[in-house]
């Protein structure tokens, strides 16, 4: 089983930046996938940002796309997002998610999930 934590969430105003993390933690043996995702309030779960196994590759949603940055540390088993220059409309759960191989994907199709942070972002 793979358990993820997601941390850094928290409250700030608009231009402001946060970096979350996720740190993954059991059976996290191989190669994988690691993604970003957010819901908003009444809103669908949607892609934000993934990142291939060596960090060669990655990909973003065109509304983060050039504010936030997605990386990874294999050693620790971490993956961050850095979003700068946030906006009220990035206010959402940030979850983290795993799926195993080395392709990327932007839709919902990974098993694993954190249980999520809070990023409010107030105009």
């Known amino acids: 089983q793979v358990r993820l934590v997601e941390s850094g969430g928290g409250l700030v105003q608009a231009g402001d930046s946060l970096r979350l993390s996720c740190a993954a933690s059991?059976?996290?043996?191989?190669?994988?996938?690691m993604g970003w995702f957010r819901r908003a309030p009444g809103k669908e779960r949607e892609f934000v940002a993934a990142i291939s196994w060596s960090g060669g590759t990655r990909s973003y949603a065109d509304s983060v796309k050039a504010r936030f940055t997605i990386s990874r540390d294999n050693a620790r088993n971490t993956v961050n997002l850095q979003m700068n220059s946030l906006k009220p409309e990035d206010t959402a759960v940030y979850y983290c998610a795993l799926r195993w191989g080395t392709t990327l994907s932007t839709t919902d199709d990974y098993p694993y999930w954190g249980q999520g942070t809070q990023v409010t972002v107030s105009s």
């Open positions: 059991g059976r996290t043996f191989g190669h994988y996938v």
